[in-house]
Each structure stands twice: as structure tokens, then as C-alpha cells.
């Protein structure tokens, strides 16, 4: 079984050193993390966006660290705090050559977004997840 991540403060800094690992430090994110003695090891962030939509962002695992599970622990953590604060649909871009990411996420029952909401970017493979009922608004997005 892989560690359950935990919220970790945004004012942690062992947390802008990996988010600098990341390439992206999300302003008001709220990130999750897998410390294992001491060493955070792990990360992942997410954010509310307009209509429901949560914005899952900057996941990474340090190396020595890597296929264990923790990154898709990240995306259910995630989804499940997203889901708590009353989001309804999960969204995330991911580029089309990080194969053990899209299929992380494929795994964790997301699905390419224009399935689920219009929800794309230009180059990535935008994937989302329905976390509870929703509702499709003409522009694409959801309401509960
Ligand atoms: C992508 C990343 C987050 C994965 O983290 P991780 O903790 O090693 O991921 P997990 O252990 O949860 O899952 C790895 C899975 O990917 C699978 N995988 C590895 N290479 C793969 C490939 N080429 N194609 C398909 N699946 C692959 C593994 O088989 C493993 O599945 P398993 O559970 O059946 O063994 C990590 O490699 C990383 O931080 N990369 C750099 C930053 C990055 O790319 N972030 C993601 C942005 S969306």
C-alpha cells in the first residue's frame, strides 16, 4: 500500500524546492504531499476553478521514489479533497508523450475531456473526471 498523502502547508519550504522540480508553482493552490522520514517525496496540487471544475497541477515524485504508487495516491487524493469542497469535475492537461502519467490517470478513471466537458489545451492531453453530478453549461464546463 502506498502512503496516503497529506495537505502540506503552502508555506513549507521544502515544498517550493520540488515545486521548482514541478517547472510550476500554482498561486493559491492547495497542495498534497507523501513525506516519508522527514523528506517530502512526493507533491501535487489542485485548485477551484469557476463552475466546479477542480484544476489538478504540478505532480512530482523525486526519483528514488518513482513506481510505488504515489503519484496516483496524489490524483485520488486530490480528487477526493476536491470532491469534499463541493468540485464536480476534475480536470487536468497532461503532455501527449508522458505515457506513465496519462496512464496514471487513465487508471484513476479519468477519461479525454471532450467525453466528459469541452475542456481543452492546445497540445496536451486534457483529461477530466466527473466527482459528482453535474451539468453541462453551454460553454463547456460544469454546475452542480
Ligand atoms: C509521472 C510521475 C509523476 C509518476 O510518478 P510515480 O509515483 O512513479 O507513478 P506511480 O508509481 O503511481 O505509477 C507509475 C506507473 O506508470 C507505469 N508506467 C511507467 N512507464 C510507463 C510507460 N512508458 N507507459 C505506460 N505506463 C508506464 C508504471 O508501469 C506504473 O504502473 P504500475 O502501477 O502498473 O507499476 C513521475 O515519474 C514524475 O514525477 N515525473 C516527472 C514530472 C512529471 O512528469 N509529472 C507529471 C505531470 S502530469
Given amino acids: ?18 515545486a521548482t522540480e514541478a517547472f510550476c508553482y500554482v498561486e493559491n493552490g492547495d ?10 517525496v512526493a507533491i501535487g496540487c ?6 466546479g471544475v477542480a484544476g489538478l497541477y504540478s505532480a512530482y515524485v523525486v526519483p528514488e521514489a518513482r513506481g510505488r504508487g504515489l503519484h496516483r495516491a ?3 487524493s486530490r480528487c477526493a479533497a ?6 464536480r469535475l476534475a480536470a487536468v492537461s497532461v503532455q501527449h508523450l508522458n505515457a506513465p502519467c496519462l496512464e496514471n490517470y487513465r487508471r ?3 477519461l479525454p475531456s471532450g467525453e466528459v466537458a469541452r475542456v481543452t489545451v492546445p497540445g496536451c492531453a486534457t483529461l477530466a473526471k466527473p466527482l459528482g ?8 464546463a460544469c454546475t452542480r
Fill in 133 to 140: 453530478p453535474f451539468a453541462f453549461m453551454e460553454d463547456g
Fill in 108 to 110: 484513476e478513471g479519468f
Fill in 74 to 76: 496524489l490524483i485520488a
Fill in 31 to 40: 497542495w498534497h504531499g507523501v513525506v516519508e522520514d522527514g523528506r517530502l
Fill in 1 to 18: 500500500m502506498p502512503p496516503i498523502p497529506v495537505p502540506l502547508d503552502r508555506q513549507d519550504p521544502r515544498l517550493e524546492a520540488l
Fill in 82 to 87: 476536491a470532491r469534499m469542497a463541493g468540485c
Fill in 46 to 51: 489542485w485548485k477551484r476553478l469557476p463552475l
